[in-house]
């Protein structure tokens, strides 16, 4: 075999389409697997050994062969060839190259589709267990801010608009929760990464007497996988990555939209130091919270690639089509967007400073408590839903009377409801009605901490 | 309260404006979850008077106006009315209507925001467990099948062409795959459903000394969320199901590709009886597998549904916004599609016919044996490599003569490489070659075969 | 033909199963189109008529019949039958009742997939056409505001930063601008909406004599189309519609995203009337601006219509398949959606009150006028780089001292370049600031009202 | 300034975190853009010129600097950095470097803002003239082929089922009308890119005195943009493009998916050269066809861009955010897709050899002349729908005879309708059924023949 000969010229009678060649070669993208694909290839070999389709000599052989390329590779001294199409074929010709014929023998029953598949396995499998080391420490930044802030009072918002007061710490012990589930979606994503194609071959698997358990246990999987067919045709595991991606991906746009209203100078609920935000070319003054627009912004990219590997497999008859060749690039994307944007959010989020005076005097607007006036009245004996009704009509009078509830002196209250005592004070406090919150999954104080306590015990931290 | 008298009126010195009153109500649509807001209501009601925030008078009052207004529903004797908004207010209005100042008391220290976060979360673990027993149904049907045709021998493919022999029965046990991947998929789902969010109230938690821990325990709940900001804002558990839900019906889309292709004349492998087809309205002859196209049309609403609620939550702010009203119709749509297709697909596969010659003939086209003639030369000491190139160029001369490989004589053969003896001929055969796969997840039948009784017991059935 | 036997059933030897008949059949959603169904008929029955298929009388039979129905179903007097599978079956089922045997001549020289693919086009053309009066009436509600605040000061944002100062009238040109592309866009997909597709019958025309200019003429159309394949399967002009629709919904995301930003507390540039508002269930002091969150939230249900048509036509072959049922649920989805909000905002924008005080206020904060310091540095010779690190000093200095750049004495500023004279204390006005941008495209109120002026004109309103 | 000196540097007091400077630079991929920016840059400098802000002298410097960085890039002696953020940042820096303190005043009355708009506007304007063209050079292969077919028959489908006798030339037509669309929806999208967002800075215009018109002419644009908000913040022609794009790529699947059919073997109705194909790494036989296979699968991409810049732009408030760097990489992604997909098809359309006799024998069965015997029927006076049935009780009969319709006798035929003569046979043939859709859009030969001089002399060839 000649360097740039195609591994499977021997049926075809002219030359491939210089564009064609181009077109259809994926090894400008594909190399990226190049430790993985010979990670696969050393425990295939080792295998053929064991069973003895080649024999110990030989395996020894193609085994330097590859630890020598794999050595090429990382040095970037290695010579890769877009005529040999993909990351497969450029080490199986250099290996010839490096060790002969016996290196034409490392193929021998498996082919490039169940290789791949198992190239794509392993890379993400490396590359979930990075990402939860990310989420790791991300939940840790979270909750060391979470509980710096346990007893500083904002205003919780629905609709944008002040609805009562919570806790900094709440507050930020959401977004752990939000983070958890994405940490237990990663987990489950991982069990069905974890499955071993080789031994597939092209579809139906090989007439060799192979071992498929041996190169499981080498490689570390959990099971082969138990249809051949199936194998080289599921990317599940690439959608499902990229379905927990775009929901990781939703909630840090959610988080990221917080932080740029509360860097806005109406809210100016914080501030990010110099070193996360960028200025502008033209206005001298700008200071741009562009780390959390960046990562809202590269929240489509992530959803794009969801919708570009489903679409991809759309109405494929099995067993492996030219079309799944499009899967590698959407998913790089994906891991990459997302380890980054962890990246960024694990430096950013202990850099968050919290202006804890403004967060409490926007608390004090908006009648922020008068949910707890009304629960004061039910607590008197007043239905809930006339209670309502009752606070409804206080709160139109204060906003005629420009007054905060808490301004309103207890004859004003009283017009509303008789039974309003001069305890009603202490409810309408901000503090008062934090406290009061304090149920599992309430927003006072004490169940924050005791959040995070749950949380550093689940994490062992 | 005046029957249309909104819930929250108040504060408000004008009506609602006409089109913004049907423009905003969700009425239309999330009646569908009355049984489920009815549920919630009453473990609510039950914990109330557990902890004495209402009497045990007030509870039976409640509870027996609760199931007055569920049965007039479900005999459609209940009239739902626009101006109350939503499932929730209507089902309110009715109790007071029912029970009178009473029933004013059921909504103490609940808000819409946790009660329609519960509602959906009954509503969809119990779809969920619908289409769990679905999917039981599904797979044994294509158990029996593939077990009836287990030793049918049929072309696999790659690239629409005739790769190597395989069996019907692999094929099914393919799609058998898929299918348990589904079903670990929305068993790892259902766990993030099942978590109680009701006493989140509207982001804060309440200030009454509510017993969360009941109300889990009554609604069969694994356990109640840590965190109210978070609980009533969450929507993650809705794009999981959707997406779920997605990678179910790009398989069913696969197969649907495939029974139209088979159900082609060309192809020609199957046929569906009448009762699952349909006509044209000008072509008298025509029988279309309509079944199966419509399945594969029905994706893209699914992915539709998923792209639809991960763009709804991005970028929206803690806590609850009116936007989330939006997240039922899609969850709705996608749980409606997935079930009529699985049981469009629980009545179909038992059907399937297959036209076991055409099958058979096609594999006897195209070469299918060809990879068996290389690992024939490679268990002669020929490497891999080399062997693909002989075959390759031995099935250029084949066509040429336009000839199969078997119908080649061994002095034709023994051209290509010397070393091909009289035994080759059994190689050549689709039985041996698919007898020859025979390794866990290989295509021999005694594998397929060993594949479906593992299968077998791992459902029980 | 009895009412309920199938059109197609001469070949048939089973009935439908029940489930697949009630799966297969779209009466439940396409009786929408009951009258472009029957408009399509009448311009095909006078066809047949003036071309000689069917005689003058037998025209007027049916003519007679089909204004029946159109009566009865207007009336909501019409029998559907789901059985009949869709709305063509329907109608003609029931005209061959009204009619007898010349009812059953109509479907002549058609079939149901030029049928349907006309009906689509005449539905979507009028909705087109109601849509593009919507979008005049809601450019005219923008400009009327857009000249009540021309002279309005307002901070304009980058990266939510004060950035310069603009006037609101600006800022609702820039909306205006926004949906100027919308008509655009929706005036040219309506070119290719207009084309007739009947004539192609199933796909490859029809052996009778007919006369398509005829028909063109009759319904209205720009011209037939050019292949009768291409005419039955092509469904661009609905993912086309689906696009244009996705932009102008994301426009008005992007509306809204600021009418609620501005409606928030922090905020409070604009107010809204209580009628376009609703409370809480829980919460007696809340007003929500669910108007532009829902329609924020409804963006994402036309992105997945976008998603699901076309995912429907990815990689279908030729010419009509049964998938594409699947395209009308979606195109009704999208256009109420689009109506809907366009009502919606139609009535909301002329109720929005500018907060005027708050905002020249919040324009004031944030160093908005910082450009304004740097371009005049620029005009007494500094390279404007340098003039910008300059005024980034500045800045950094008056942060420091808690100034605005205005409240910086003229001595301070010196310290930073000698070349400042008093005339700058004009340059750094907000009045000065947004005066001086006078030219075309600029924020100075001549310009505005100049841009008003143009689109007035434009509009002929 | 320094090089790597940040433009904006002067207001802040710490450098920026390492990460975050890779994270949020652009330069990697925005570097593309040189020669637009550059081009702009000299349009710019002119006016600045032309209008007196900076003298003759200093423009000629700045265009002879530029000049001199067009041609570093060109050879690629240009030193890229990553601490200058962005192509425009390093082109100015470098600027400076080369002309000193002049350089720094080129960005004078601008800001990246509407620079990198102006950029991406000339980017894309010049792509599409480039996509435009290659759409005629594949409307002019599709034309060459469909005329060599245009009396070739073959099964025109419907559901993949033998429908009605078309032409090939017919086929190739359908292709060719969608791309005649493609094409007017691509010049469409090129009249809203085609104006100038320069002159509206950052966000609200320039206080210096530019003259946007002479800046319109040099860049050739049709006008310049109305409002400097909406300039700055407009990515609409991208997800237009996007949009556009999608529908093309959903054609080029529909087309592929016929064409991977077309060579499966069962069809086995083309054949395509073997420099268009390639083989398999383990199946010696393979011929493979990738090119169609793989712009099939690149449709997923292009649909990914899609709903990455439609989320992207979803609910950001004015003006620019930096969420808006992310809108080139997936559009650079949707131009070089598309320019890819299109370069293949220009090559492999002229390419695709027809198996004539293939295509005839596939009509000869399923039926595909019943309609023709219903029409038959039809002009002997039997109302259209019981002529329908007629012939499907006929086609049920044949089936059970294992005949074709014209393999039935006289005496067979007229057992079902009296009516018919000897001269059925006749309407029976393929040829006389093509023949007989004789009206335009019809499959008839002369029909094709007349749609293609017509094409050709819409495009001038």
């Known amino acids: 075999m000649t360097q740039d000969h195609k591994p499977w010229g021997g049926r075809f009678s002219e030359a491939t389409d210089a564009f064609v060649e181009t077109f259809t070669a994926s090894v400008s993208f594909d ?40 050595k090429e590779i990382d040095d970037d001294q290695f010579n890769w060839r877009l005529s040999l199409e993909d990351v497969h074929m450029n080490v199986e010709s250099r290996l010839v190259e490096l060790v002969g014929d016996i290196g034409k023998k490392l193929h021998t029953g498996r082919s490039r589709n169940d290789q791949v598949a198992t190239d794509i396995r392993l890379f993400l499998r490396a590359e979930v267990d990075e990402l939860l080391n990310q989420t790791t420490a991300l939940k840790e930044a979270l909750l060391d801010l979470a509980e710096q802030n346990a007893e500083v009072i904002m205003p919780g918002f629905t609709h944008l608009q002040a609805a009562q007061p919570i806790t900094f710490g709440h507050h930020l012990m959401a977004w752990f929760e939000m983070l958890k589930r994405d940490t237990e979606r990663l987990a489950d994503c991982r069990k069905r990464i974890n499955v071993l194609p080789l031994g597939s071959a092209a579809l139906a698997g090989t007439t060799f007497p192979i071992d498929r358990n041996q190169v499981v246990k080498e490689l570390g999987f959990a099971n082969a996988s138990e249809n051949s067919l199936d194998s080289v045709s599921d990317r599940d595991f690439i959608i499902e990555f990229c379905a927990t991606a775009s929901i990781m991906m939703m909630h840090f746009s959610r988080w990221s939209e917080e932080l740029v209203l509360w860097m806005s100078e109406p809210f100016a609920f914080i501030d990010l130091p ?156 901000l503090d008062g009605s934090v406290a009061a919150r304090n149920h599992i999954g309430g927003t006072a104080p004490d169940q924050v901490r005791a959040a995070i306590a749950r949380a550093r015990s689940a994490l062992g931290s």
Chains 1, 2, 3, 4 share one sequence.
Do not use: W
Not at 31 to 51: E, F, K, P, W
Not at 302 to 309: K, Y
Not at 322 to 343: C, I, M
């Open 31 to 70: 190399r990226r697997l190049y430790h993985y694909d010979i990670q696969g290839s050393i425990a295939h070999a080792n295998m053929l050994g064991t069973v003895g389709i080649i024999t110990a000599d030989e395996c020894s052989s193609i085994l330097a062969g590859l630890a020598q390329i794999h």
């Open 274 to 429: 110099d070193r996360f935000c960028t200025g502008s070319s033209i206005m001298p003054q700008k200071k741009n919270p562009d780390v959390p627009e960046l990562i809202r912004g590269k929240t489509g990219r992530v959803f794009g690639d969801l919708t570009s590997t489903l679409t991809l497999m759309k109405g494929q008859p099995l067993a492996y089509n030219k079309d799944n060749q499009e899967d590698k690039e959407p998913l790089f994307d994906a891991v990459d967007t997302l380890r980054d944007s962890l990246t960024a959010l694990i430096g950013l989020i202990p850099a968050i400073e919290a202006n804890t005076k403004n967060m409490y005097n926007a608390a004090t607007r908006g009648f922020a408590t008068a949910t707890d006036l009304a629960d004061y009245l039910v607590r008197s004996g007043v239905p809930f839903r006339d209670a309502h009704e009752i606070v409804g009509r206080t709160v139109a009078y204060a906003i005629e009377q420009n007054k905060q509830l808490d301004e309103l002196s207890l004859e004003e209250l009283t017009a509303f409801h008789q039974g309003i005592g001069e305890d009603v004070f202490a409810v309408l406090t």
